[in-house]
T-cell receptor, first 114, second 117 residues
Protein backbone atom coordinates (compact mmCIF):
# COMPACT_ATOMS: atom_id res chain seq x y z
CA UNK A 1 0.00 0.00 0.00
CA UNK A 2 1.29 3.42 -0.97
CA UNK A 3 2.20 5.71 1.91
CA UNK A 4 2.94 9.44 1.97
CA UNK A 5 4.28 11.18 5.09
CA UNK A 6 4.72 14.93 5.35
CA UNK A 7 6.78 16.85 7.87
CA UNK A 8 6.56 19.02 9.78
CA UNK A 9 2.81 18.97 10.48
CA UNK A 10 2.92 22.70 11.10
CA UNK A 11 5.50 25.40 10.48
CA UNK A 12 5.49 29.03 11.51
CA UNK A 13 7.96 31.37 9.78
CA UNK A 14 8.66 35.05 9.74
CA UNK A 15 8.17 36.85 6.47
CA UNK A 16 11.33 36.43 4.41
CA UNK A 17 12.53 33.37 6.37
CA UNK A 18 13.19 30.58 3.86
CA UNK A 19 12.53 26.93 4.70
CA UNK A 20 11.67 23.51 3.25
CA UNK A 21 8.76 21.13 3.61
CA UNK A 22 9.37 17.39 3.37
CA UNK A 23 7.34 14.64 1.72
CA UNK A 24 8.54 11.05 2.19
CA UNK A 25 6.87 8.37 0.14
CA UNK A 26 6.71 4.61 -0.21
CA UNK A 27 5.14 3.90 -3.55
CA UNK A 28 5.33 0.97 -5.92
CA UNK A 29 6.18 2.26 -9.35
CA UNK A 30 5.92 6.00 -8.85
CA UNK A 31 4.13 7.56 -11.83
CA UNK A 32 4.07 11.08 -10.45
CA UNK A 33 4.45 13.15 -7.31
CA UNK A 34 2.16 16.15 -6.98
CA UNK A 35 2.20 19.24 -4.78
CA UNK A 36 -1.01 21.09 -4.02
CA UNK A 37 -1.82 24.15 -1.99
CA UNK A 38 -5.04 24.16 0.06
CA UNK A 39 -6.49 27.27 1.65
CA UNK A 40 -8.98 26.92 4.55
CA UNK A 41 -12.39 25.73 3.39
CA UNK A 42 -11.27 25.33 -0.23
CA UNK A 43 -10.20 22.55 -2.55
CA UNK A 44 -6.56 21.76 -3.34
CA UNK A 45 -4.92 23.96 -5.97
CA UNK A 46 -2.34 22.31 -8.22
CA UNK A 47 1.26 23.55 -7.93
CA UNK A 48 3.72 21.03 -9.42
CA UNK A 49 4.13 17.54 -10.84
CA UNK A 50 7.45 15.68 -10.67
CA UNK A 51 7.99 12.40 -12.47
CA UNK A 52 11.58 11.28 -11.96
CA UNK A 53 14.38 11.57 -9.41
CA UNK A 54 16.49 14.66 -9.95
CA UNK A 55 13.65 16.65 -11.46
CA UNK A 56 13.06 20.21 -10.19
CA UNK A 57 10.31 22.74 -10.88
CA UNK A 58 9.93 26.36 -9.81
CA UNK A 59 7.07 28.81 -9.53
CA UNK A 60 7.59 32.22 -7.99
CA UNK A 61 8.91 31.62 -4.45
CA UNK A 62 8.37 27.86 -4.57
CA UNK A 63 10.71 25.14 -5.81
CA UNK A 64 9.94 21.43 -5.75
CA UNK A 65 12.57 18.70 -5.95
CA UNK A 66 12.37 14.90 -6.10
CA UNK A 67 14.59 12.03 -5.03
CA UNK A 68 13.82 8.30 -5.04
CA UNK A 69 12.42 8.46 -1.51
CA UNK A 70 11.28 12.01 -0.87
CA UNK A 71 10.34 15.37 -2.26
CA UNK A 72 11.02 18.82 -0.89
CA UNK A 73 9.07 22.01 -1.35
CA UNK A 74 11.46 24.90 -0.83
CA UNK A 75 9.98 28.29 0.00
CA UNK A 76 12.26 31.25 -0.54
CA UNK A 77 11.58 34.59 1.16
CA UNK A 78 7.94 33.72 1.88
CA UNK A 79 5.19 36.30 2.20
CA UNK A 80 2.05 36.16 4.38
CA UNK A 81 -0.02 35.19 1.32
CA UNK A 82 1.96 31.95 1.13
CA UNK A 83 0.22 30.82 4.30
CA UNK A 84 -1.75 27.64 3.52
CA UNK A 85 -1.65 23.88 3.91
CA UNK A 86 0.67 22.25 1.38
CA UNK A 87 -0.32 18.74 0.35
CA UNK A 88 1.91 16.15 -1.27
CA UNK A 89 0.34 13.31 -3.26
CA UNK A 90 1.57 10.37 -5.29
CA UNK A 91 0.31 8.24 -8.10
CA UNK A 92 1.68 4.71 -7.96
CA UNK A 93 1.57 1.54 -9.98
CA UNK A 94 -1.31 1.31 -12.41
CA UNK A 95 -4.07 -0.80 -10.88
CA UNK A 96 -6.00 -1.45 -14.08
CA UNK A 97 -9.10 0.55 -13.23
CA UNK A 98 -8.62 2.94 -16.12
CA UNK A 99 -7.31 5.70 -13.90
CA UNK A 100 -5.99 6.04 -10.39
CA UNK A 101 -6.65 8.41 -7.57
CA UNK A 102 -3.92 10.14 -5.65
CA UNK A 103 -2.52 9.05 -2.29
CA UNK A 104 -2.21 12.17 -0.18
CA UNK A 105 -0.18 13.06 2.86
CA UNK A 106 -1.84 14.95 5.71
CA UNK A 107 -0.13 18.16 4.69
CA UNK A 108 2.04 20.82 6.27
CA UNK A 109 0.18 23.79 7.70
CA UNK A 110 2.37 26.80 6.93
CA UNK A 111 1.95 30.17 8.61
CA UNK A 112 3.99 33.18 7.49
CA UNK A 113 3.95 35.99 10.00
CA UNK A 114 4.46 39.58 8.81
CA UNK B 1 -13.02 30.09 -17.02
CA UNK B 2 -13.04 26.34 -17.29
CA UNK B 3 -13.36 24.81 -13.89
CA UNK B 4 -14.78 22.24 -11.49
CA UNK B 5 -17.87 23.44 -9.66
CA UNK B 6 -19.35 21.82 -6.58
CA UNK B 7 -22.77 22.49 -5.16
CA UNK B 8 -23.75 23.23 -2.55
CA UNK B 9 -20.71 24.61 -0.76
CA UNK B 10 -22.26 23.77 2.59
CA UNK B 11 -24.80 21.05 3.28
CA UNK B 12 -26.48 20.23 6.57
CA UNK B 13 -28.43 17.00 6.85
CA UNK B 14 -29.98 14.93 9.59
CA UNK B 15 -28.70 11.59 10.77
CA UNK B 16 -30.00 8.95 8.34
CA UNK B 17 -31.49 11.41 5.83
CA UNK B 18 -30.21 10.81 2.29
CA UNK B 19 -28.16 13.58 0.75
CA UNK B 20 -26.78 14.25 -2.74
CA UNK B 21 -23.76 16.35 -3.58
CA UNK B 22 -23.18 17.68 -7.07
CA UNK B 23 -20.12 18.26 -9.23
CA UNK B 24 -19.92 19.74 -12.71
CA UNK B 25 -16.95 20.47 -14.94
CA UNK B 26 -16.26 22.51 -18.04
CA UNK B 27 -12.80 21.01 -18.65
CA UNK B 28 -14.18 18.16 -20.78
CA UNK B 29 -12.13 15.71 -18.74
CA UNK B 30 -12.98 12.02 -19.04
CA UNK B 31 -12.29 11.07 -15.40
CA UNK B 32 -14.12 12.36 -12.34
CA UNK B 33 -13.15 11.51 -8.76
CA UNK B 34 -14.72 11.87 -5.32
CA UNK B 35 -12.54 12.31 -2.25
CA UNK B 36 -13.50 12.58 1.42
CA UNK B 37 -11.41 14.87 3.62
CA UNK B 38 -11.96 14.96 7.37
CA UNK B 39 -10.57 17.73 9.52
CA UNK B 40 -6.74 17.84 9.45
CA UNK B 41 -6.68 14.59 7.49
CA UNK B 42 -5.48 13.66 4.02
CA UNK B 43 -8.07 13.52 1.24
CA UNK B 44 -9.16 9.90 0.75
CA UNK B 45 -10.35 8.57 -2.58
CA UNK B 46 -13.87 7.10 -2.48
CA UNK B 47 -14.37 6.19 -6.15
CA UNK B 48 -13.96 7.48 -9.67
CA UNK B 49 -15.58 7.33 -13.08
CA UNK B 50 -13.42 6.68 -16.09
CA UNK B 51 -15.77 7.78 -18.84
CA UNK B 52 -18.90 5.78 -17.92
CA UNK B 53 -17.04 3.07 -16.02
CA UNK B 54 -17.43 3.21 -12.26
CA UNK B 55 -14.43 2.24 -10.10
CA UNK B 56 -15.00 1.82 -6.39
CA UNK B 57 -12.22 1.79 -3.80
CA UNK B 58 -12.17 -1.43 -1.78
CA UNK B 59 -12.72 0.30 1.56
CA UNK B 60 -15.45 2.72 0.52
CA UNK B 61 -18.59 2.00 2.58
CA UNK B 62 -21.71 0.82 0.74
CA UNK B 63 -23.46 3.88 2.13
CA UNK B 64 -21.67 5.95 -0.53
CA UNK B 65 -22.76 5.76 -4.15
CA UNK B 66 -22.19 7.80 -7.27
CA UNK B 67 -23.84 8.61 -10.57
CA UNK B 68 -22.45 10.16 -13.72
CA UNK B 69 -25.31 10.91 -16.12
CA UNK B 70 -23.06 12.63 -18.67
CA UNK B 71 -19.47 13.82 -19.16
CA UNK B 72 -20.00 17.08 -17.32
CA UNK B 73 -21.83 16.00 -14.17
CA UNK B 74 -21.17 13.61 -11.33
CA UNK B 75 -23.13 13.09 -8.11
CA UNK B 76 -22.24 11.68 -4.73
CA UNK B 77 -25.13 10.05 -2.89
CA UNK B 78 -24.95 9.23 0.80
CA UNK B 79 -27.86 6.92 1.53
CA UNK B 80 -27.96 7.11 5.32
CA UNK B 81 -25.48 9.66 6.65
CA UNK B 82 -23.95 9.00 10.03
CA UNK B 83 -22.13 11.39 12.31
CA UNK B 84 -18.83 9.96 11.05
CA UNK B 85 -19.64 11.06 7.51
CA UNK B 86 -19.31 14.73 8.38
CA UNK B 87 -16.43 15.93 6.22
CA UNK B 88 -15.37 17.98 3.22
CA UNK B 89 -16.20 16.18 -0.01
CA UNK B 90 -13.93 17.03 -2.92
CA UNK B 91 -14.61 16.42 -6.59
CA UNK B 92 -11.68 16.28 -9.00
CA UNK B 93 -11.26 15.73 -12.73
CA UNK B 94 -8.45 14.71 -15.03
CA UNK B 95 -7.85 13.78 -18.63
CA UNK B 96 -6.43 10.30 -18.83
CA UNK B 97 -5.53 7.80 -21.53
CA UNK B 98 -5.97 4.04 -21.30
CA UNK B 99 -3.06 2.07 -19.93
CA UNK B 100 -0.20 2.71 -17.56
CA UNK B 101 0.81 6.14 -18.83
CA UNK B 102 -1.85 8.06 -16.93
CA UNK B 103 0.14 10.88 -15.40
CA UNK B 104 -2.25 13.73 -15.86
CA UNK B 105 -3.08 16.37 -13.32
CA UNK B 106 -6.20 16.27 -11.17
CA UNK B 107 -8.08 19.54 -10.79
CA UNK B 108 -10.23 20.01 -7.74
CA UNK B 109 -13.42 21.85 -6.99
CA UNK B 110 -13.86 24.03 -3.92
CA UNK B 111 -15.53 21.19 -2.02
CA UNK B 112 -18.80 20.66 -0.17
CA UNK B 113 -18.68 20.81 3.62
CA UNK B 114 -21.19 18.27 4.96
CA UNK B 115 -22.53 18.49 8.49
CA UNK B 116 -24.66 15.72 10.01
CA UNK B 117 -26.93 16.60 12.92
Amino acid sequence: EDQVTQSPEALRLQEGESSSLNCSYTVSGLRGLFWYRQDPGKGPEFLFTLYSAGEEKEKERLKATLTKKESFLHITAPKPEDSATYLCATKGVYSGGGADGLTFGKGTHLIIQP
Amino acid sequence: DAMVIQNPRYQVTQFGKPVTLSCSQTLNHNVMYWYQQKSSQAPKLLFHYYDKDFNNEADTPDNFQSRRPNTSFCFLDIRSPGLGDAAMYLCATSREGRGAVAKNIQYFGAGTRLSVL
